[in-house]
């Protein structure tokens, strides 16, 4: 009942729709990438450098002849991924250690957890990320675990501000009278509270990941090439700008797209999942 009212009242909001319906385009290409991509993206034709958008290749090629429709498609794989599995690691790690950090307290919070996060929270997000990857290497998976740790200050601090919150509650209170030991009530009782918080922090994230994630490629420290990639597209087009926009003006249409696709729909659900609604 309450799930069907949740979805209901998405329906009605216009932008959160439009944000969906792009998310999802987007997921579905990448997903079925090999059977909607008219070429391969790897391929080179030689014989049709720099071609501008035509019948056979409708966004032109790139400067080794590679189609860019396809390329964009496959690109479209790497900057999912990537902002998903980031997100989840950070979500996997900041909201375990700022559950422990809110509901605990003490010295654990305030001069470990807290001392730790505000360190991280102090540098650049793009600059620590570019260390981390310069650090780790190169490549989609670095760039991952990179982005994945820049983020976890935010689900640390948000995890501990509802279990700040959440632990004088009566409910909580209850638990504790019955006997309920601090990790039962921790991860049964406030974890499940805190969901519809955790969901519009994570959504709102994976589009700054996928942004990060494009600047490392840009930068050539995120998917390598000749793997496609819209950071390294957009960085390989900008050398032809003069007389080949559209090998760059693609990639970055796929970019902006997509996170404004994510913000729109992570603005409809923290409207939808705000309480005081």
Same mark, same amino acid.
């Given at each position: ?80 991924? +990537? ?6 690691? +950070? ?152 007389? +080949? ?33």
């Amino acid at each position: 009942m309450i799930r069907s009212k949740l979805v209901r009242r998405f329906g009605r909001k216009p932008l959160a729709m439009v944000g969906f319906t792009l998310v999802m385009l987007v997921l579905l290409v990448a997903v079925f990438a090999p059977q909607v991509a008219p070429h391969d993206p790897l391929r080179a034709d030689f014989g049709a450098i720099l071609q501008p958008p035509s019948a056979q290749y409708m966004l032109g090629t790139d400067e080794v002849g590679r189609d860019v429709l396809s390329r964009l498609i496959f690109g479209a794989r790497a900057s999912l991924q +990537a902002g998903l599995l980031a997100v989840l690691i +950070a979500v996997g790690i900041g909201v375990p250690l700022g559950l422990v950090s809110g509901y605990i307290g003490g010295p654990l919070d305030e001069l470990v957890i807290m001392r730790i996060t505000d360190a991280i929270m102090a540098f650049p997000v793009i600059i620590l990320a570019l260390a981390l990857t310069t650090a780790l290497g190169a490549g989609l998976t670095t760039a991952m675990i990179a982005i994945g740790v820049v983020y976890i200050p935010i689900f640390v601090r948000l995890a501990r501000a509802q279990a700040l919150t959440l632990r004088e509650a009566e409910f909580v209170e209850a638990a504790r009278a019955l006997g309920n030991r601090s990790t039962p009530i921790i991860f049964l009782h406030l974890l499940p509270n805190m969901v519809s918080a955790i969901l519009v922090q994570a959504s709102l994230s994976v589009a700054a990941a996928i942004l990060v994630e494009s600047a490392l490629s840009f930068l050539g420290l995120g998917v390598q090439p000749p793997t496609p990639s819209w950071g390294s597209m957009l960085r390989t087009g900008t050398g032809y700008l003069a007389n +080949a926009p559209w090998t760059s003006f693609w990639p970055g249409m796929a970019i902006f797209v997509t996170v404004l696709g994510i913000n729109l729909m992570g603005d409809g659900l923290r409207d939808v999942l705000d309480p005081k609604d």
